[in-house]
Each structure stands twice: as C-alpha cells, then as structure tokens.
C-alpha cells in the first residue's frame, strides 16, 4: 500500500514563510506527477502547484512569485516553499501523486491526509 505523509503547517504571519513536506512511502515503483493541493472552509479544493519529474512547474496565478514548489525524486519526497503569506493562504493543503504502484498495475492519484496553514495576526 501507498502513504503520503504531508507535514510542515502551523500559524504564521502575514508575510511570514512554511516549507511544507511530502514523503510517500509504501510499494512503489514510479511516481510520475506530484502536487500541492489545498482547501478552505467552504470553497473546493483547488490545485496550487504541480512538478513533473523533470522537474517543469506549474502554479496557480494566485501563487505565482511566492510560492515554490520542488522534489526530490530519490526520496520520493516533495517541498512546497510558501513566502509572502497571505490570510487568504489559510486551508488545508493536501499532499497528492501520480504512482505505478508495481510495474504490473495502473497508476492511481494518492492523497495525503493534509496539514493545516493558518496566517493570522
């Protein structure tokens, strides 16, 4: 079985930084895209960034310059570095990716369980 453990949320700020963690762990094969996801209260939940193993970025235009998200593909493991937080930044920000879990199955998308951000002065 597959897990993405998300971590590195908490309070902050306005205008302060959190560097946010994934870790996948489990039966593993290949791992294609990765994302950061997030959702507040009574809004859906919206995409934020996404890497391709290459390493080529897309971001949501409400992130963009602020918001840098990476990974490190030998530890199956993905960063999300948020500046210049804002209060709208506050949700719940979810760990999800693409994975082969054996080289004989079909790749399946796996969520983390999610790790709160809030910015409030």
């Known amino acids: 079985q597959v897990q993405l453990v998300e971590s590195g949320g908490g309070l902050v700020q306005p205008g302060g930084s959190l560097r946010l963690s994934c870790v996948a762990s489990?039966?593993?094969?290949?791992?294609?895209?990765m994302a950061w996801y997030r959702q507040a209260p009574g809004n859906q939940r919206e995409l934020v960034a996404r890497i391709a193993p290459g390493g080529s970025t897309n971001y949501a235009d409400s992130v963009k310059g602020r918001f840098t998200i990476s990974r490190a593909n030998a530890k199956n493991t993905m960063y999300l570095q948020m500046n210049s937080l804002k209060p709208e930044d506050t949700a719940d920000y979810y760990c999800?990716?693409?994975?082969?879990?054996?080289?004989?199955?079909?790749?399946?998308?796996?969520w983390g369980q999610g790790t709160q951000v809030t910015v409030s002065s």
């Open positions: 999800n990716a693409e994975i082969l879990p054996t080289r004989w199955s079909t790749k399946s998308h796996y």
């Open positions: 489990g039966s593993i094969f290949s791992i294609s895209d």
